[in-house]
């Protein structure tokens, strides 16, 4: 087995970088540019005309989860928690993908046309509820945005002689110039490439590392070395899952619902391709997640430091440390597009939410002009660029912004689930369950008032009713109501005897439960009485192509099915 580190790596050097990122951000700039159109159209800027193939969608969707901070923080579980650790955040993460079909085909049955989530909330509900979901989108997507920054200029400081400020520009920059161009289409396109890059070269390299430092020995060796307690060393650690499983589980089916670039590629696939394009990519994202956090696992049993003190470093450093140029390069090329292809689709939601939500329905879908929206889709993607790369110099811990965005979605998502199903669902019993859970979910989350008394009681209470909403949420997308109800119901009385006194000691995890307890407690109490009896069809009338002109003229084009058949415009059934 080699020695630990002494804190020496390999690094490609300032040419060897340079040239890795022209080929790369040359590459996906070709295909920009290839697919560009001499009049841009603005619903295809947004969603590729609903009409996007099996092949890139399932590549995208794949590519869009396996973000950059998706690695370096399995990396980061596996070190912290041993070898469940990438298990409890690889595993959960894909099942959430597999999650969102049953609900997808919903969504897309009542709003085949629709660009955000957001602009469906506006036809269901009206604007507060709009610019709720939207608000929540912007600020996630542009977390999302600054710590993929993040990933990208701690992987370039750590593998060449040049600065983090450097790299997060660098990066910033090319991943900017490419989605520009062609929106939405660059960002899909580019993410087929993209996830072929990664999935080859995490083939490579992980048992390739695994080998180097020693094989199986390796965790005789650190168990005896002491550099593993008895947690880390189990697959069924109690630390790892109320610490990483459980929060994961919550904050991970958030993202799946309110996420827009989860949304965007939901809208933009054709209707009929929903289910085989999210259980592909439930495959791709959880095999290829786990398997490099096991990086962090390796860490931890050779007993590695992480340089600086910082986790964010441990994945480029392990493989700086034991790997040769090549592979390196290989593994650089691996993380870079891993970040841009959740970068871009971060940009690609945040243009798509100025342009259909801010602008598009305020003036109104028949007065919104396609080339000013186009102007202010891509004014948007400059400024999220800036605003990503000013808070990415605080370098914040990746995981830790994970699952406070995915929390913070906590609110939302029984609010939006019941909008589409439920004709009782009321403007007010959204917003005002969204904004609850909001006051509820951030002191519990940041400790602000301390855990203890009749308030610690009151908060554990919340989180037992959340466990059952959590997983009653989960069953209803496949089995219905009913059985929706029994399981939660069950889940909350199962926790009960153990619940009291023990979630308190577990903020990220209560916060979380918090968060949707309080808002399905208050959308349900406000809604149950209602008199509305809402008409789905609606939503079909009031969410629509923005471009029309341009749509009726749009050809067949790389992103469709081979064939070049338009998407089938018969309902797709839900299942119940």
């Not at 989530?117 to 509900?125: C, G, P, Q, S, T």
């Not at 997060?168 to 996830?195: E, H, P």
């Not at 979630?503 to 399905?520: K, Q």
């Amino acid at each position: 087995m080699p020695p630990s580190p002494t804190g020496d790596i390999s690094q490609l050097g300032t040419v060897g970088v340079i040239l890795l990122l022209l080929l790369f951000y040359g590459g996906t700039m070709w295909m920009s540019v290839a697919i560009s159109r001499r009049k841009e159209n603005a619903d295809d800027y947004m969603t590729a005309g609903n009409r996007i193939g099996f092949g890139v969608s399932a590549a995208s969707m794949t590519a869009t989860w396996i973000w950059a901070s998706s690695m370096y923080a399995s990396v980061t579980a596996g070190y912290t928690y041993g070898v469940s650790g990438p298990i409890h955040y690889g595993l959960w993460g894909a099942l959430m993908i597999l999650f969102i079909y049953p609900f997808g085909k919903r969504i897309r049955k009542v709003a085949p046309k629709a660009h955000t989530l957001a602009e469906v909330m506006y036809a269901r509900h009206g604007r507060s509820s709009q610019l709720m979901l939207a608000g929540s989108n912007v600020l996630g997507s542009v977390i999302s945005l600054t710590s993929n920054f993040i990933a990208g200029g701690a992987l370039i400081a750590m593998l060449s002689p040049m600065s983090f400020g450097a790299g997060i520009v660098i990066i910033a920059g090319g991943v900017l110039l490419y989605t520009l161009w062609s929106g939405f289409r660059a960002s899909v396109l580019t993410d087929f490439a993209q996830v072929m890059a990664m999935l080859g070269a995490a083939v490579i390299i992980i048992p390739t590392v695994f080998f180097v430092v020693g094989g199986p020995a390796m965790f005789e060796t650190g168990v005896a070395g002491g550099n593993v307690t008895p947690q880390q060393g189990s697959f069924f650690s109690s630390d790892a899952f109320m610490n990483q499983g459980a929060p994961y589980i919550a904050a991970v089916l958030a993202y799946a619902i309110g996420n827009q670039t989860i949304a965007q590629r939901l809208f933009a696939v054709r209707e009929d391709l929903i289910k085989p394009t999210f259980v592909t990519a439930t495959i791709g994202y959880g095999a290829t997640v786990i398997g490099i956090g096991m990086l962090g696992v390796m860490a931890l049993y050779l007993g590695i430091e992480p340089m600086g003190g910082d986790v964010n470093n441990l994945m480029p450093q392990m493989v700086g440390t034991y790997l040769p140029v090549a592979l390196i390069a290989l593994a650089f090329i691996m993380i870079i597009g891993s970040l841009s292809s959740t970068a871009d689709s971060d940009l690609s939601a945040l243009s798509s939410i100025v342009m259909t939500d801010i602008y598009g329905q305020s003036v109104g879908r028949k007065n919104a002009n396609p080339k000013l929206m186009l102007l202010i889709g891509r004014i948007t993607m400059i400024v999220a660029t800036a605003a990503a790369l000013f808070f990415a110099t605080a370098r914040f811990n990746i995981l830790d912004l994970l699952v406070f965005v995915g929390a913070l979605w906590g609110c939302l998502v029984f609010p939006v689930i019941a909008s589409f199903y439920w004709k009782k669902v009321t403007n007010s019993a959204f917003t005002v369950s969204v904004i609850a859970a909001l006051v509820v979910f951030l002191p519990v989350r940041f400790a602000l008032i301390p855990l203890t008394g009749v308030w610690a009681l009151f908060v554990e209470l919340l989180a037992i009713v959340g466990v059952g909403v959590v997983l009653g949420i989960m069953s209803f997308g496949f089995f219905g109501l009913r059985p929706a109800v029994i399981i939660g119901s069950l889940a909350t009385i199962a926790v009960l005897p153990f619940g009291f006194g023990f979630l308190r000691d577990y903020e990220t995890l209560s916060g979380s439960l918090v968060a949707y307890s309080v808002s399905f407690l208050v959308c349900y109490l406000m809604s149950v009485r209602s008199s509305q009896d809402f008409d789905f069809s609606v939503i079909r009338r009031v969410t629509g192509d923005f471009d029309e002109e341009t749509d009726a003229a749009a050809a067949p084009g790389p992103l469709d099915d081979a064939d070049g058949t338009p998407p089938s415009t018969d309902p797709v059934p839900t299942g119940r």
